[in-house]
C-alpha cells in the first residue's frame, strides 16, 4: 500500500494520495487551498493515476483544488450531500467572508461529475476499498474513510476535521455542533483499535491509542461514557478552517 501526503495552502491542509503501489491508480483525498501543485508532483513522483478525488466535508480548505485536479484528469468527486453546497458557495458554508485577496487564488465550483457519499459505503477505486462513515459535528456532511488492516499495514484512518492530534474539530462555523461532535467521536472513533493509524485533515499522524490516552476529548468520553453535550473538556475546539 502507497499512502503519500503533503499539507497545502495557507491552512495547511493535509492531501493525501493513496494506492495499492507506486505505478497504479490511485485516489486523492481533500485536494484543498493551492494543493494542485503538490497532487500533480505526487503524481509524477509515484507514476500514478488518478480515479477519483474524495472529500472529507465541504470547507474551500478541503476543496479549493477539486475543480482543477478533477478537469485535468477527467475523474470524479465524491462528497456527503449535506456537504454539496460549500463547493459553490464556500462563504455560506463559513458564515463569514473569505477576503478577496485569497479569493482570487481559488477555483469555487463543482467539478462535471460529483457523486455522493453514504454512510456505511464501502468505495472500491483504484484496488483499495475505502469504508466511509458519516461524522456530523464539524460540518453537517463530514465524513472519514476507512482502509482495513493488510499484512503489510495497520487500518487506516482518514479523519478529515473530526480527530487530530490531541484535539479535535471546530464546531463553531455554520453546521457545527458539539453534542453531534461528541457523538460522532464516540461512535466512529472510539471502537477502532489502538493500532489504528490516525490521519487527520490537518497536523501530525496520531493513533487510535494515542487519543485515547492523552485526547482530553477522547479521555473524557471514555471515562463518562457519555456523549451529551458537555460531556468533553469546556475549552472549545478551534482547529480546522
Request: net charge negative; glycine share 12%.
Amino acid at each position: 500500500m502507497l499512502i503519500a501526503g503533503f499539507p497545502a495552502g495557507a491552512w495547511g491542509t493535509n492531501c493525501y494520495l493513496v494506492a495499492p503501489a507506486a505505478g497504479e491508480e490511485c485516489v486523492i483525498i481533500d485536494p484543498g487551498h493551492q494543493a494542485t501543485q503538490g497532487v500533480e508532483e505526487t503524481l509524477k513522483k509515484h507514476r500514478l493515476k488518478p480515479v477519483a478525488v474524495v472529500l472529507t466535508h465541504g470547507h474551500i480548505d478541503h476543496v479549493a483544488s477539486v475543480v482543477p485536479v478533477c478537469g485535468a484528469h477527467d475523474v470524479p468527486a465524491w462528497i456527503h450531500p449535506e456537504d454539496r453546497y460549500m463547493m459553490a458557495d464556500p462563504e455560506k458554508a463559513l458564515g463569514r467572508s473569505i477576503g478577496m485577496p485569497l479569493m482570487g487564488e481559488l477555483t469555487v465550483g463543482e467539478p462535471d461529475d460529483v457523486k455522493e457519499l453514504t454512510d456505511g459505503a464501502k468505495l472500491q477505486l483504484a484496488g483499495v476499498e475505502l469504508t466511509v462513515a458519516h461524522a456530523p459535528g464539524h460540518t453537517k456532511g463530514s465524513v472519514t474513510f476507512g482502509l482495513p488492516e493488510t499484512a503489510d499495514i495497520p487500518p487506516i484512518f482518514f479523519s478529515g476535521d473530526l480527530l487530530f492530534a490531541g484535539s479535535i474539530g471546530r464546531t463553531d462555523l455554520p453546521g457545527g455542533d458539539m453534542a453531534e461532535m461528541l457523538d460522532s467521536l464516540a461512535r466512529v472513533c472510539l471502537p477502532l483499535d489502538d493500532s489504528t493509524v490516525v490521519l487527520s485533515g490537518h497536523g501530525p499522524q496520531t493513533t487510535i491509542g494515542q487519543e485515547r490516552a492523552t485526547n482530553p476529548y477522547l479521555r473524557q468520553l471514555v471515562a463518562t461514557g457519555r456523549q451529551e453535550r458537555g460531556a468533553g473538556p469546556t475549552t472549545p475546539p478551534r482547529r480546522g478552517l
